[in-house]
């Protein structure tokens, strides 16, 4: 019996890792969105996020947690241009029952920006990012029959089921690339922007080995995003966003809106911006967003009406509402949030 459930545990396992988790905060979290992206910010910036949903003791437990910390390579000519960036992620999921399943990443990323006119604000990034990835499968958590007292109830001191796993690395490389276009290179008096991006996840197609388990492969992710803003009124902008992730005959759709306002005098020492949005991800769940921006400091935070792992729903049958907190500040070098034209989260 011992060893008929260790293999259904270990079997569990398997599909999970063939999943991924996901931010809600899709812009808040850019470096995992397309690696292009930390080629558009022309600031030294860190950001992080942390999301949540259900609790420890239930199969549909979700944990994610990234750090990304990048910089900005520039050109100064008449007037700067940014020419790419380079940074660092840090990633890290824990799932299932008492997480019994964790990943984790190191990810590098290199952007590079080519403008496509001295006259106009039309530039093309490409981003590659490459590092490794730990999967480990653990079940030092776990609580079995064997370990209870009629007495006490359940005692540590009695040894359980042994379900683990050593720890075990593949590499990982992603590419991205984001075509940008605005108006004007004052972010606060924009009146119109368009950024679309697309982007491959696990290039590589790693193979996950375990001795326990066999091999199964990690799938290509391919994503494809686009936003744009317009003015609605003075110092009130609109940003209509789509969002199409596609991994394994397995696609998901996702619309979203942003309203963002301006509460501050452009040229005020404190710059207030105040946004609010809402994504519906199709036949799955609705996302609903708020978050503040001063100067160079950005907090948002969301709630996720549905569990957010690619394809989790299905495989966990989970409707647990998420939580998901975010924090970004730029170190600024020049204009604040020069070349960035999407939602600020």
């Keep these: 019996m011992k060893i008929v459930l260790s293999t259904i545990l270990l079997f569990v396992c398997l599909n ?13 979290s850019s470096a995992i969105l397309n690696p292009a992206f930390i080629g558009i910010n022309p600031n030294v910036s860190f950001n992080t996020n942390y999301k949540r949903s259900g ?20 050109r100064s000519t008449s007037r700067d241009f940014q020419t790419g960036a380079a940074g660092i992620t840090f990633w890290r999921e824990s799932r299932g ?41 653990s079940g030092n958590n776990l609580q079995w029959g064997s370990q209870f007292s ?5 005692d540590d001191v009695r040894q359980g089921e042994v379900v683990s ?14 075509y940008s276009n605005f108006d004007n290179t004052n972010y606060y008096i924009r009146d119109r922007s368009i950024q679309i991006g697309a982007s491959v996840d696990y290039l590589n197609e790693p193979g996950l080995e375990q001795e326990e388990l066999g091999i199964a492969k990690r799938n290509m992710i391919l994503r494809a995003f686009g936003s ?31 309203l963002s306002t301006l509460v501050s005098a452009p040229r005020a020492f404190n710059a207030v911006v105040i946004q609010a949005g809402s994504w519906y991800r199709l036949n799955d769940a609705f996302i609903l967003l708020a978050g503040i921006k001063i100067n160079e400091i950005r907090i948002g935070i969301s709630v996720d009406l ?3 792992s690619f394809d989790i729903n299905e495989a966990l049958g989970s409707t647990l509402p998420s939580y998901e907190l975010s924090l970004t500040y730029n170190f600024s070098l020049s204009q604040s949030f020069q070349n960035v034209s999407s939602p600020i989260f």
């Excluded at 609790?55 to 994610?64: I, K, M, P, T, V």
């Excluded at 009629?150 to 359940?154: D, E, K, P, Q, S």
């Design 16 to 28: 999970l890792m063939g999943q991924e988790g996901q931010f809600s905060q899709y812009y808040a």
């Design 97 to 137: 029952f008492e997480g019994i399943y964790t990943a984790q990443k190191v990810l590098l990323t290199g952007a590079y920006a080519i403008k496509l006119s001295r006259l106009s604000n039309q530039t093309i990034v490409f981003g590659l990012q490459g590092g490794f990835v730990q999967n480990q499968i």
């Design 228 to 258: 744009a803003s317009f003015q609605l009124a003075p110092k009130v902008s609109i940003y209509p966003s789509g969002y199409f992730l596609y991994s394994d005959g397995n696609q998901q759709i996702n619309a979203g809106v942003y």
């Design 165 to 178: 796993s050593e720890a075990f690395f593949y590499p990982a490389f992603n590419f991205g690339v984001i």
């Design 306 to 308: 549905n569990a957010s």
């Design 150 to 154: 009629r007495y006490i109830g359940f």
């Design 55 to 74: 609790n420890r003791s239930s199969e549909a437990f979700l944990e994610l947690m990234q750090a990304t910390v990048s910089y900005p390579f520039k």
